[in-house]
């Protein structure tokens, strides 16, 4: 059974830092891609980050500079460093297993297999 759980979301005021992390079971994590989105309240889902199974990382033009995925093979945990955090950036922050095209696909709030339940970031002064 494939699970993902995020942890390391909280409050924190514009311009500062947080790190999230994803533990995943059920498949072989070094096989996978992985990503991050975020559902801020009463939007879409919008991605943020993403990363291959060689460690090369990818992220939208908003967030490139500030934000960091990195993974750990070892410990089927992907990261996500974020810095310089805005009021904007409110929302539940998901892991997800797979492509950009995961959040092209996914409607409404993420669930199933390829989604974890998400943690809560809020920037706020």
């Known amino acids: 059974e494939v699970h993902l759980v995020e942890s390391g979301g909280g409050s924190v005021q514009p311009g500062g830092s947080l790190r999230l992390s994803c533990v995943a079971s059920g498949f072989t994590f070094s096989r996978s891609e992985m990503l991050w989105a975020r559902q801020a309240p009463g939007k879409g889902l919008e991605w943020v980050s993403g990363i291959d199974t060689d460690g090369k990382t990818y992220y939208p033009t908003n967030v490139k500079g500030r934000f960091t995925i990195s993974r750990d093979n070892g410990r089927n945990t992907v990261y996500l460093q974020m810095n310089s955090l805005k009021p904007e950036e409110t929302a539940v922050y998901y892991c997800?297993?797979?492509?950009?095209?995961?959040?092209?696909?996914?409607?409404?709030?993420?669930?199933?297999?390829?989604w974890g339940r998400g943690t809560q970031v809020t920037v706020s002064s």
């Open positions: 997800g297993r797979g492509t950009r095209e995961l959040v092209v696909q996914t409607t409404g709030t993420p669930g199933g297999d390829d």
